[in-house]
């Protein structure tokens, strides 16, 4: 259920914020949609993996004879091999010896990481083939534990890096230590975010086919990742131009973590090596265990400092992240917060110490929010024990220190401005949906029945429109601050309207978006708009699906080519109207003149004279009706400042929730009663879309929050490779959900849209672990770590105060 | 490795009959999507939690990874493929997919589909506890599920209205 009731969002717009059946629809339910592991050539064969039964060892020998001699067999490769043909995938921070190839040679760095690739004329026989192989390993020590990783003395993942500690920075954002020296009172806490991830339900297929006469490298796979095809390109030692990604495949869910850049190279390499299409499709376990998609594994200490009014002051946190035994890019899942760190409040001075450290464990992946989640989730934490502290009812608390709507843009201690907002509206919303009182009553009935419950309260910011500043911030030697994103549309000789994007879709409705976009400007049926998903050689450059910011950037650049289309389009008409353009009124089928509308001139006309009438152009005008835009992120283009300040992503949303849940003291099963989100993402091009994603984020900080957890034993034994270990949220935990609309535009965006691809999920986990804290404070009890398992609150019942925090 | 005999097998896959050799290793689900070429029915766990790959086995909902082909000897499937009364339409439960945007990337659709078109054959009118009953077993990580119970919901409701909601 959702409900909107704000006056500005039913504003002056044809198509854009109307219920609309997106585009893309269609073909997935009548199962026509084309995923990668539906891709089927001829000659293909099959690629099993062999991984790695322990957390650290040398290989001493792989003897493969008897793969080879079965039947159907093509090759085997090992990583001896690879690494030589192949240039290594690096850390996103300033650390090259820690290097990374698809197979791992001679050391390995975590249980189930890829030994041998087995390549064969079925999948079947690739994994009959797989069992043969014979690995010797001599087994070394490892480090599991990520404040272990830390001490001296301890096991090094990578020898070469000479230490485990791959990024460490202390930022200091105003005076902090003076700060919290003169608050009336601080707090310390520590709170631990386990390592889950999104978890997709389609796991990571590619398909690569390599072509001598052409020279060209052509690759179908589930992938939402920036610069997916350069990295392809360097890593296979190929000029860009020989790598053909094929962005028209459907990505089944992704949320983050579809990078499969290792996948790729390895499949990429075999195909090219034998001259054969190759498949690869992750199986379950492969995918949980070394797909290396698992998520931030975060350890927070913080101390906050407020005075007895509640007004909070200073915040000092250090956040320890546990990222495996590799790195891409998740080491700046710690600098995305950054943008975000004080939450909607108007907290004035901040310190965050960020540490990424390498264990012998499943590398990270970026995983929804780009690690803004975990830092919520520690943020409003601290909120609720503030209020505890005071005696204040949370609520209260949160309204005395949300910044409000008249102090936009409001500059955040680390540099960033955040655009628009009215968060106590927006918390009002959900509260009145909620009907506040009633939940109390209800939760003080259920405490009186015998139950544990509890409300939860959260409010937290969603940054949207992702730009790439955690780049140059984490990484000096990096100055990207171009983070652009493109859109070409052309109006045919027939009239009709073709988009092409740049990028895959995971579900996002980018189709959707683009022709709802186009409609709006062009006043054209967005049904009779087509939008198509071009290959990385034809492609106008994107950054992909990433950081929410789709909305905004692809939303922005289609708006900005029909724009220049419309501006075509009068011009001609001006021309043969013998009129100036700003005398002229474009309307659905017709420009004319605004003093004397029978002077007027047909759309199709204008079409076909733009393409088949060179003699009616005006000068110097190209024929043809095609543009392309191509749009830098708003508030983009800055590099960080020496101090570590940095204007972050450009546009912030916001989310409250309210929850009410009680917990079965004698088993520990949480039951949710009530689920309302308030929600702004400013002016919603795609309601249905919107509700859809935030409905969905939910459900996945639920199951972050009480559910999900990649599990390792002290033996750095994999736990959870099974969604029978690993469990995920279905309908039934899952409650109903009610979403509370409002909008606040955002100036910076062509029609105030903000993003939305990470709502709910970057407030829900935070709430519900409210809400099981409310329940537990009746019996003096709480728990500081995720996932809020039956198990893990049934022990903080029996130890009435918990203070364990699980590996 | 001894050689795998293959074995001939009879079908009934959306009303038409099939008659392939096949291997007995081969689960039903890389039958259907790699020898039938159907590749609506998708593969995402492979051991029987997902629901992706769920078909209509004689009328019931099963998950075509759980069983292998062979074992489809003789019986009647349905899979997403077939759920449209005709080529070009959609059934009233893709309608109300569609409509109630009941799915974001598609990949557990044709799974859900075959959930809710089994328990609609069964239930006609379903209230929203007997929804989340039905579809528990089948897991989707867009959605959050509320609007695949508005979609059943309005499916449900457009003929007679459900008198329980």
Redesign the interface.
């Known amino acids: 259920?959702s409900q909107s009731d704000t006056p500005n969002e039913k504003q002056q717009f044809t198509y854009i914020g109307k219920h609309r059946?997106?585009v893309?629809?269609?073909?997935?339910?009548?199962?026509?949609?084309n995923?990668a592991?539906?891709i089927?050539l001829p000659g293909m064969c099959h690629v099993a993996i062999v991984a790695s039964p322990y957390p650290s060892a040398q290989i001493i020998k792989i003897d493969a004879q008897a793969a080879l001699a079965?039947?159907g067999v093509v090759t085997v490769l090992t990583g001896e091999e690879l690494c030589q043909q192949i240039e290594p995938i690096l850390p996103g921070v300033d650390a090259p010896s820690v290097q990374r190839f698809p197979l791992a040679y001679p050391i390995i760095r975590y249980s189930g990481e890829w030994v041998v690739a087995v390549v064969a004329q079925s999948r079947?026989i690739a994994e009959?083939a797989a069992e043969l192989i014979q690995v010797q390993y001599a087994e070394l020590p490892f480090v599991i534990d990520p404040e272990k990783a830390l001490q001296t003395g301890t096991h090094l993942v990578h020898q070469i890096a000479k230490t485990n500690l791959i990024f460490d920075r202390q930022f200091v954002w105003g005076p902090v230590d003076q700060d919290l020296a003169n608050c009336a009172h601080t707090i310390n806490y520590r709170v631990r975010w386990a390592r889950s991830s999104?978890?997709?339900?389609?796991?990571f297929a590619v398909v690569c086919d390599w072509q001598d006469a052409t020279q060209i490298l052509d690759v179908w796979a589930s992938i939402q990742m920036p610069k997916f095809p350069d990295q392809l390109a360097k890593a296979l030692r190929l000029p860009n131009n020989s790598v053909r990604v094929h962005f028209d495949i459907?990505?089944?869910?992704?949320?983050g973590v579809k990078r499969g850049l290792k996948h790729t190279i390895l499949v990429a390499y075999l195909a090219k090596k034998l001259h054969r299409p190759i498949r690869f499709?992750e199986?379950?376990l492969e995918n949980m265990r070394g797909g290396d998609m698992q998520g931030p594994d975060r350890i927070f200490e913080v101390t906050m400092g407020f005075e007895n009014d509640g007004e909070i002051r200073s915040m000092k946190m250090h956040a320890i992240d546990d990222i495996g035994a590799y790195a891409g890019r998740t080491p700046l899942q710690l600098g995305k917060p950054v943008g975000a760190i004080c939450g909607p409040y108007r907290i004035q001075s901040v310190a965050y110490h960020a540490q990424a450290v390498l264990t012998n464990k499943t590398p990270q992946e970026a995983v929804r929010g780009f690690g803004q989640a975990p830092t919520n989730y520690a943020i409003e934490t601290g909120i609720d024990l503030v209020a505890r502290f005071l005696k204040m009812s949370r609520i209260d608390l949160r309204k005395r220190n949300l910044i409000a709507n008249n102090e936009f843009p409001y500059l955040i201690p680390s540099g960033t401005h955040y655009d628009s907002g009215d968060y106590a509206a927006v918390l009002d919303k959900a509260l009145k949906s909620a009907s506040i009182e009633d939940l109390h009553q209800q939760r003080d009935d259920l405490r009186k029945s015998g139950e544990l419950a509890g409300i939860g309260i959260s409010t937290c910011l969603e940054p949207s429109g992702g730009n790439s500043a955690f780049e140059p911030l984490f990484n000096p030697k990096n100055e990207t601050t171009t983070w652009m994103e493109s859109c070409l549309v052309r109006i045919d000789l027939g009239g009709t309207i073709t988009a092409i994007m740049g990028t895959s879709s995971?579900?996002?409705?980018h189709e959707t978006l683009v022709s709802t976009v186009i409609a709006e400007i062009l006043l054209q049926d967005p049904e009779t708009i087509r939008v198509i998903h071009s290959d990385s050689l034809n492609a106008l450059p994107s950054n992909s699906p990433v950081g929410s910011r789709m909305a905004i950037m692809l939303g922005g650049a289609a708006a900005g080519a029909a724009k220049k289309l419309k501006q075509q389009l009068l011009a001609i008409a001006a021309y043969q109207l013998q009129k100036n353009p700003n005398d002229l009124v474009y309307s659905a089928n017709r420009i004319y003149d605004h003093t004397n509308q029978n002077n007027q001139i047909s759309w199709s006309t204008l079409v076909e004279i733009a393409h088949r009438k060179f003699h009616l152009l005006p000068a110097n005008m190209e024929p043809g009706l095609q543009e392309k835009f191509v749009w830098e992120v708003p508030t983009g283009g800055q590099l960080p400042s020496t101090d570590g300040k940095v204007q972050m992503y450009p546009c912030h949303s916001f989310e409250s929730h309210v929850v009410l849940l009680s917990i079965d003291p004698k088993t520990g099963k949480v039951k949710i009663h009530r689920y309302v989100c308030g929600h702004d993402c400013g002016v919603m091009i795609s309601p249905?879309?919107v509700?859809?994603?935030t409905?969905?984020?939910?459900?996945?900080g639920l199951g972050a929050a009480l559910m999900e957890k990649f599990a390792f034993s002290p033996e750095g034994q994999f736990l959870s490779g099974?969604?029978?270990d690993y469990l995920?949220p279905?309908?039934?935990e899952?409650p109903?959900?009610t979403i509370v609309d409002h909008c606040t535009p955002s100036p910076l965006t062509e029609f105030g849209q903000k993003g939305s691809g990470e709502a709910?999920y970057l407030g829900s986990p935070a709430a519900i672990a409210s809400a099981i804290n409310d329940a537990l404070a009746t019996i003096q009890a709480s728990i500081n770590y995720l996932p809020m398992t039956p198990n893990a609150i049934w022990n903080a019942i029996q130890d009435k105060n918990s203070t364990k925090i699980s590996n | 490795m001894a050689q795998i005999n293959s074995y001939t097998i009879t079908i009934e896959v959306n009303g038409q009959s099939v008659t392939k050799m096949v291997e007995p290793r081969i689960s039903l689900v890389d039958f259907i999507r790699e020898e039938l070429r159907l590749t609506g029915t998708h593969v995402g766990c492979e051991h029987g939690i997902c629901g992706a790959c769920s078909i209509l086995l004689n009328g019931d909902p099963v998950r075509s990874c759980c069983m292998f082909a062979i074992q489809a000897n003789g019986m009647r499937i349905t899979t997403v493929e077939g759920l449209a009364p005709e080529r070009g339409q959609l059934s009233k439960i893709q309608d109300a997919f569609c409509e109630k945007h009941a799915l974001q990337c598609g990949f557990c659709t044709p799974g859900m589909l075959i959930a809710c078109q089994a328990l609609i054959n069964k239930i006609p009118q379903p209230n929203e506890t007997q929804i989340r009953a039905a579809i528990g077993g089948n897991l989707c990580r867009c959605t959050g599920y509320q609007q695949i119970v508005d979609a059943v919901l309005f499916a449900t409701k457009i003929s007679s209205p459900n008198p329980e909601q």
Do not use: K
Request: hydrophobic share 40%; charged share 20%; no cysteine.
């Open positions: 259920m059946r997106a893309e629809h269609r073909r997935f339910v009548v199962g026509a949609g995923f592991g539906d089927q079965l039947p079947a009959d999104t978890v997709p339900i389609e796991t459907d990505v089944g869910g992704s949320y499709i199986d379950r995971s579900g996002q409705a249905d879309v509700h859809g994603m409905y969905g984020g939910i459900a996945h099974t969604f029978m995920l279905s309908a039934t899952v109903g959900i709910g």
